[in-house]
């Protein structure tokens, strides 16, 4: 048996590059079809294996995930995100990752119910009977205001608002795959990097703006998760952030840094999760049905404690994540020689997990193309492998705001649910890859109150 796992030839030059930033998703499907569970791509200047057997991926995320780090794909992520929890290691990783965790303690999480119905009702209140809205654009809007409330502890204007989503399309563009980027570096002053750093720039602007309003409150400012904790001190993100700073443990740039990890990355999977989850029903009335069904029996605005009945609303979002994850792979690095699958795996090869590909595998799900919210139901998830689903990693390192995504989630699927029926109104969805998988056009629903 060969050690070398098998995949596709490349070209000169580019090898498989080109292909993958064509259609990434087709291409990552179309070569798991034809080569198995281990496949062996070139992508650029090193080995990368893409893995898509939820035994292997197990063990690279969970059982062995101390030995497959974060690796640096692009120093531009480096310019975006720093050194915060996303992509930060070994001890400093540990380090920010306990400093974080009382801001995503479940009691305070469900306390948030409030003020994530709150936002959404203003948001709504915008809407009427009739609107056609681009309900990606507006979900991005109304999240990056609830992340703003749950972890900086403020709010944030709609104009500020729309200055953040305004400035996330050119960061869109540079992380979208180009096998020319590995031969143009970071500084070269090209339009695409121009812009990109003028983005970053503009939202570093912001998050100072919201430092600046918070210092000094950060031992007494409310918490916006109410008595949900038991702290006399405001345990949101950035309060801990600061007091941490004020007794020495963190610099400017390490607040920065976290800070601007939890403002795109807090807003931009839950509106993107949203957004496929509107189209899906709008494509499937029956489903739809039973979604207002369940939503309509609530007695008020939905509460945290609701969530928890919300069934059907439940299974819902989790086959949108299935057919629709917005982290549509993870990469990670391999710290030592190792062998999977029988193949080995040399110190410093990526490693390439795709949640496109393993979520709509016929392997692991009957008719996966088929948007089915009963496959959730527990007697049939049991016959699954854990790991044929991850749409928030897992391990250690899986998505610390995963509890708080999936109550927001489902807040806002019920509080829309409940005052609107929607239509989509656009092309059949199409694509793009980037840090997150969103889509290549506007999202049109027509909403009619109920």
């Not at 990434?24 to 798991?32: E, H, Q, W």
């Not at 063990?59 to 120093?75: I, Q």
């Not at 009427?128 to 403020?154: H, P």
């Not at 500084?187 to 703006?209: G, K």
Request: include cysteine.
């Amino acid at each position: 048996m060969s050690t070398r796992p098998p995949g596709p030839r490349g070209e000169p030059l580019f090898g498989n590059g080109r292909r993958y930033s064509r259609d990434p998703f087709s291409f990552m499907t179309d070569v798991a079809d034809a080569y198995g569970d281990v496949i062996r791509l070139d992508l650029g200047p090193r080995e990368t294996y893409m893995l898509t057997n939820p035994r292997d991926i197990e063990r690279v995320l969970v059982s062995e995930w101390s030995a497959f780090g974060k690796p640096n794909l692009d120093d531009a992520i480096d310019d975006l995100l720093g050194d915060g929890l996303l992509m930060s290691e070994g001890d400093r990783w540990q380090q920010q990752r306990d400093l974080a965790n009382p801001a995503f303690h479940a009691r305070r999480i469900t306390g948030l119910d409030d003020a994530i119905v709150g936002h959404t009702t203003e948001a709504m209140a915008e809407w009427s009977d009739g609107d056609q809205i681009d309900v990606q654009l507006e979900l991005a809007r109304l999240t990056v205001r609830i992340i703003v409330t749950a972890m900086f502890g403020t709010d944030i204007d709609q104009e500020t608002v729309k200055t953040v989503q305004e400035h996330l399309e050119p960061l869109g563009q540079r992380f979208e795959p180009n096998p020319m980027r590995a031969i143009i570096p970071n500084w070269a002053p090209t339009r695409e990097n121009r812009e990109f750093h003028d983005a970053v720039a503009t939202l570093e602007d912001v998050i100072d703006d919201l430092v600046a309003r918070r210092k000094g409150t950060e031992e007494t400012a409310p918490d916006p998760a109410g008595d949900a904790v038991d702290s006399p001190m405001p345990m949101d993100l950035l309060s801990i952030l600061l007091r941490a700073k004020n007794a020495g443990q963190q610099t400017d740039q390490d607040l920065r840094d976290e800070l601007m990890t939890m403002l795109l990355a807090g807003h931009d999977t839950t509106a993107l999760a949203l957004t496929y989850t509107f189209y899906l029903l709008s494509q499937h009335p029956e489903a739809k049905a039973r979604f207002q069904q369940e939503v309509d029996a609530l007695d008020g605005d939905p509460t945290a404690a609701d969530v928890r009945e919300l069934t059907y609303t439940d299974h819902v979002l989790s086959e949108a994540m299935r057919l629709y994850p917005p982290v549509y792979t993870l990469f990670r690095e391999s710290k030592v020689d190792t062998r999977i699958a029988g193949y080995r795996v040399p110190e410093g090869s990526l490693l390439m997990l795709p949640q496109w590909v393993v979520h709509r595998s016929d392997r692991w799900y009957d008719a996966p193309e088929t948007f089915d919210p009963d496959r959730w139901n527990p007697e049939r998830a049991r016959e699954r492998p854990r790991f044929a689903y991850f749409p928030f990693g897992a391990g250690p390192r899986h998505c610390i705001g995963k509890q708080f995504s999936l109550l927001e989630a489902k807040l806002i699927l019920a509080t829309v649910g409940r005052a609107f029926d929607f239509e989509y109104e656009g092309p059949d969805l199409d694509l793009r890859g980037s840090l997150t998988m969103h889509p290549n056009h506007p999202v049109p629903l027509r909403l009619s109150e109920r």
